[in-house]
């Protein structure tokens, strides 16, 4: 009588984590696609302003390294987004008919969320910085924003 041949164990379906990795990457994929708002900032960003900078000074070098500066002119001429020149303070009437007041939080959503509220008569082109910048490089431009005059 042959001797009993033992069952072949069935090794893990090397398919199995590419799956498991595959519906991650999705799940992500559409957690970003899905709710831009409820995105987290991306990790490793500097949290303190590099050595010799105000947090001013540091929102400043962001501006003019993130591209804003491009489409936002700093000496009060109407780029493609409009000057930021004394932005603090002044009435926005937004596409929607609605007319906000701009204080610190209007400019963080407006960095972070663009198109959550544009501008009354400009193109929705402005893109996110949500997967861009930290929190502390928020609060920088922010305060460099609120500061321009
Ligand atoms: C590709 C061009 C473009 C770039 C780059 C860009 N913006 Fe904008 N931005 C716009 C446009 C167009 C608007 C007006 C439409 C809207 O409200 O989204 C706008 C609106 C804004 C507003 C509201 C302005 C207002 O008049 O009420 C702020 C604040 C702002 N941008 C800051 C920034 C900052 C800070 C950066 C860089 C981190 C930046 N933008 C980069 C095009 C741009």
């Not at 595959?22 to 708002?37: D, H, I, Q, R």
């Not at 804003?68 to 409009?82: I, P, Q, S, Y």
């Not at 009437?93 to 407006?110: F, I, K, P």
Request: glycine fraction near 10%; aromatic fraction near 6%.
């Amino acid at each position: 009588m042959r001797p009993e041949r033992p069952r072949p164990q069935i090794p893990p379906s090397p398919r199995n984590p590419w799956a498991f990795l595959f519906s991650l990457l999705l799940f992500s994929g559409l957690l970003v696609g899905c709710a831009p708002e409820e995105r987290p900032y991306p990790p490793d960003r500097p949290t303190t302003p590099p050595p010799g900078l105000s947090v001013r000074e540091w929102g400043e070098k962001i501006f003019r390294d993130q591209g804003c500066a491009g489409c936002h002119d700093l000496g009060g001429t109407d780029g493609a987004g409009g000057t930021l020149v004394g932005i603090l303070g002044r009435e926005r009437r937004l596409s929607t008919g609605e007319v906000v007041v701009a204080d610190e939080d209007y400019l963080r959503t407006s960095i972070l969320s663009p198109n959550a509220q544009i501008v009354a008569g400009r193109p929705a082109v402005m893109p996110s910085y949500r997967d861009k910048l930290g929190p502390a490089e928020i609060d920088a431009l922010v305060t460099f924003l609120a500061q321009l005059r």
